[in-house]
């Protein structure tokens, strides 16, 4: 069965470098996503992606954010310049964009620690 | 704005009994869809169940069924037989019909099952 994937698993970087997180979403699927879970907090939507854009985004997901699909399997998540409160799990999630609105298949996370 | 609540932190349940988690929510919208997420130890998240609000029967999945109750903004989660593999987390979430995709997350009830 198909499944979103995401890399690294874990990564720890220092305050202030940047980050890349990479997810290969589902091959026909046409919506995309990161959430974000900080420890012992519910999770919570970053952004939308589709057709090469944003389509929606949250407060969370300001200047220090971008998205980008660079090929046509990976779907990345840059921070410009980490900050300690942006220690999270980061979920990608991929939807088939037909019926059943709201389906969302989701990846096993990429733990984030900024030190 | 939209919010989930789950009251529930933690429950357990003994093997082959059943277990009902709750989830109630708040929004003036009059069509949406709800889900039970499911989020194994280390794993993603699975989605177990999916309503749509203006369908008055109440979703089914083999052991897992719901009791949705529109006009309290109530949407609980019932496990039958439970089984050992149903230990997780589990999310309820909210997702508005209206010109967006996000789902908007509740806090999340650890289950644990016991043999």
């Known amino acids: 069965e198909p499944e979103v994937t995401q890399t690294p698993s874990h990564q720890v970087t220092q305050m202030g470098q940047e980050v890349i997180l990479r997810c290969v979403p589902i091959?026909?699927?046409?919506?995309f996503y990161w959430y974000r879970q900080i420890l012992g907090q519910k999770v919570e939507f970053l952004v939308s992606?589709?057709?090469?854009?944003?389509?929606?985004k949250s407060e969370i997901f300001d200047d220090q954010f971008s998205v980008e699909r660079p090929d046509g399997s990976n779907f990345t998540l840059k921070i410009r310049s980490t900050k300690l409160e942006d220690s999270a799990m980061y979920f990608c999630?991929?939807?088939?964009?037909?019926?059943?609105?709201?389906?969302?298949?989701f990846g096993p996370g990429t733990r984030l620690t900024v030190t | 704005a939209q919010t989930v609540t789950q009251s529930q932190p933690e429950m357990s349940v003994q093997e082959a009994e059943t277990v009902t988690l709750s989830c109630t929510y708040d929004t003036s919208e009059n069509n949406y869809y709800l889900f039970w997420y499911k989020q194994p130890p280390s794993r993603q998240m699975i989605l177990v169940i999916r309503q749509e609000a203006y369908k008055q029967q109440n979703a089914t999945e083999n052991r897992f069924s719901v009791n949705f109750q529109k006009a309290a903004k109530s949407f609980s989660l019932k496990i039958s037989d439970s089984q050992l593999g149903d230990t997780a987390m589990y999310f309820c979430a909210f997702m508005s019909s209206f010109d967006t995709d996000k789902l908007i997350f509740g806090t999340g009830t650890r289950l644990q099952v016991f043999p």
């Open positions: 091959s026909n699927h046409l919506y």
């Open positions: 992606f589709y057709n090469n854009e944003i389509s929606e």
């Open positions: 999630a991929s939807y088939k964009g037909t019926e059943r609105k709201g389906e969302q298949y």
